[in-house]
């Protein structure tokens, strides 16, 4: 399996644009995650999906962010209009079915964004 | 409020040596800890898991501890390696039925050669 693929890598854009991250989660897993990697803040939880449903978008910051999850192998995360504060690694990770939250998450390489 | 906390300083030591990091946190009852490992431009890549009822793990060079009572996870890695400069994170289960783990900030090792 080629693991938990992100694109794009990086991206750059200005104050107000709309930025889209894709992933494509490893293929059998039920659970698929995004998080957010800042210096100040470490490695934040966004929102998670089981069976691309949405279960918990908590620690979605604001309303200019939103997650999709159309079908098992693709979920999406918008911003909004993007901000200079958004900038951060925007990662994406998915896990196997389990009864109980044991299993261990398995991390895509990344999105690395910057908003100018 | 809940809290993760792992040593901010880099752990800079002597290839061969073993390297001990540290996981702290308060007023959470985990059920399970685990540790991964994050290398610069890359994702967390899990490493260990280790349950309540347990004391410690072991995974070849690795090491993991888990008190309950101190509230601390500590995680060794004997005969250490340059290869194992990394940043290392600890994380927790969130108590409830919930899927989520909370991350710690990371400790960064550097093993001289």
């Known amino acids: 399996d080629a693991g938990v693929i992100q694109s794009p890598r990086h991206e750059v854009t200005e104050m107000g644009q709309e930025v889209t991250l894709r992933c494509k989660p490893i293929s059998g897993h039920d659970y698929l995650f995004w998080y957010r990697q800042t210096m100040m803040r470490g490695l934040e939880l966004l929102i998670y999906?089981?069976?691309?449903?949405?279960?918990?978008d908590s620690g979605m910051p604001e309303d200019r962010f939103s997650a999709k999850m159309p079908n098992a192998s693709f979920s999406t995360l918008k911003i909004q209009p993007s901000e200079p504060r958004d900038s951060a690694v925007y990662f994406c990770?998915?896990?196997?079915?389990?009864?109980?939250?044991?299993?261990?998450?398995?991390f895509g390489p990344g999105t690395r964004l910057l908003v100018l | 409020s809940q809290k993760i906390e792992q040593n901010s300083e880099a752990l800079n030591i002597q290839e061969g040596k073993t390297a001990t990091l540290t996981c702290n946190y308060t007023n959470y009852s985990p059920a399970y800890l685990q540790w991964y490992r994050q290398d610069p431009g890359r994702g967390p890549v899990f490493l260990l898991l280790i349950r309540e009822n347990e004391k410690e793990k072991r995974k070849e060079r690795l090491k993991v501890t888990f008190d309950t009572t101190l509230k601390q996870s500590l995680f060794h890695i004997t005969a250490s390696q340059p290869a194992d400069s990394a940043t290392y994170l600890c994380a927790l289960d969130m108590m409830d039925s919930s899927y989520k783990l909370i991350f710690g900030s990371g400790t960064r090792l550097l093993v001289r050669p």
């Open positions: 990770a998915s896990s196997l079915r389990a009864g109980a939250a044991q299993e261990t998450q398995y």
């Open positions: 999906f089981n069976n691309n449903v949405p279960i918990d």
